[in-house]
């Protein structure tokens, strides 16, 4: 039987070509599963999960747990806000009181960079890293990948273009790891601020014209601007950035071929992109979200099968 190559899913930097397309054909199965009218199965039974977040999170948190259920898994929910941390517990202590609950995996989303890394190797559970501060977000960038897949058939030689605040993303950064590993072209654009320095060395272009880069791609994945990661000002003024970096449906209209619009979530409607692009037909916002479930089903079921 395949099984990953790993015992955690901490990044996408640790996954092969081979993991991603085991994910993909196991998520396959699970999205059949839960558009059944029973969209359980009983393969998880004996599983206990703690998802443990630390900030703030919609899709991800819900996904996860949605994910988890369906598989029959046994399921605690840990927020850090109405927890013994705001009274100064750490990492560790926190995470290890979860596990001598009997728990067997943590999904775990935090604001510093390596803080599942940092678990992985202090706790005996198996990890999933549900976004870590600016650092990776595996699970959103294999149901980006996953996304692409279904609409356009095939990942490898797409265009895909990442539009946005590329310095504070972990979106950003898992996903082209992703596309790379998988063939796919992959430019970055944005304001020049928002562009880290060494992001050509991973492979990619840098576009700092947004029509050149929407004529060029074939899916422009659109990222908010993390205001929450900006310790100063990276452009003059939101306005300026939308009519500089914003998608509306006039400029969409107007580029010589039809793009797949992506999004992670939370979509700012007006900023990043105006809410007749969002809706529009070219958009798979949602769908994005859909498969988030069936991805995370499949990394759960091929983690849990390697819990001795
Ligand atoms: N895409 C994503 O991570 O969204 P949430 O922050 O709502 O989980």
């Not at 929450?228 to 209209?253: A, C, H, M, W």
Request: glycine share 6%; aromatic share 6%; with cysteine.
């Amino acid at each position: 039987m395949s099984e990953l190559s790993v015992k955690h899913l901490l990044g996408i930097k640790y996954l092969n070509e081979k993991d991603i397309q085991l994910i993909f054909e196991t998520a396959d199965h699970f999205k059949e599963v839960i558009n059944r009218s029973i969209k359980k199965v009983p393969s998880l039974r004996d599983i206990t999960i703690a998802n443990i977040f630390f900030e703030n999170s919609t899709r991800t948190k819900l996904s996860f747990e949605l994910a988890e259920k369906r598989l029959s898994a046994d399921v605690i929910n840990f927020s850090a806000g109405q927890s013994s941390v705001k009274k100064g517990e750490t990492l560790i202590d926190t995470v290890n009181n979860i596990l001598s609950m009997k728990v067997d995996m943590v999904v775990m989303r935090h604001p510093n960079p390596g803080a599942g890394i940092f678990l992985s190797k202090h706790v005996n559970a198996s990890i999933v890293n549900a976004g870590d501060g600016a650092h990776e977000h595996p699970t959103q960038a294999l149901l980006d990948s996953y996304s692409i897949r279904e609409k356009l058939g095939d990942v490898s030689g797409k265009n895909v273009v990442i539009v946005g605040d590329i310095l504070h993303s972990r979106v950003a950064l898992s996903n082209i790891f992703a596309l790379k590993l998988q063939g796919a072209n992959v430019k970055v654009c944005g304001p020049k601020t928002l562009l880290p320095k060494y992001v050509e060395s991973l492979g990619v272009e840098v576009e700092t014209d947004l029509r050149k880069a929407l004529n060029w791609c074939d899916v422009a994945n659109m990222l908010r601007i993390q205001n929450e990661r900006l310790d100063i000002s990276y452009f003059p003024t939101t306005r300026e950035y939308t009519q500089q970096f914003g998608v509306n449906k006039k400029l969409l209209d107007s580029l010589d071929k039809e793009i797949v619009i992506m999004h992670p979530g939370p979509i700012n409607r007006g900023v990043e992109i105006t809410t007749d692009v969002a809706d529009s037909k070219q958009s798979i916002i949602l769908n994005q979200v859909e498969n988030g479930v069936a991805i995370r089903m499949a990394v759960i079921y091929l983690l849990a099968s390697k819990i001795k």
